[in-house]
C-alpha cells in the first residue's frame, strides 16, 4: 500500500502527489523610488529613528471602538 494514502490518517495530512502551488511566484513586491534630499543632524535623527526626513512617519494610531 502507498504510504502517501494510508487509510487512516485524516483527510487534512494526506500527502499530494503533486503540488498545486509549483510554478507559481512566492511573492512580489512593490518599492516606490525614494528621493532623499536632506539628512537629520545626528541627535535628531535617533530621535525619530531615522536620518532622512522622507521616511519620517510618525505611528499616530489609536484604538478603534
Known sequence: ???????????CCIRQESDALAGLAVAMGYVPWQFLHTLYEPDKALQVGTIFPELNKPFEGRRIK
Open 1 to 11: 500500500m502507498n504510504q502517501y494514502y494510508h487509510s487512516e490518517e485524516p483527510s
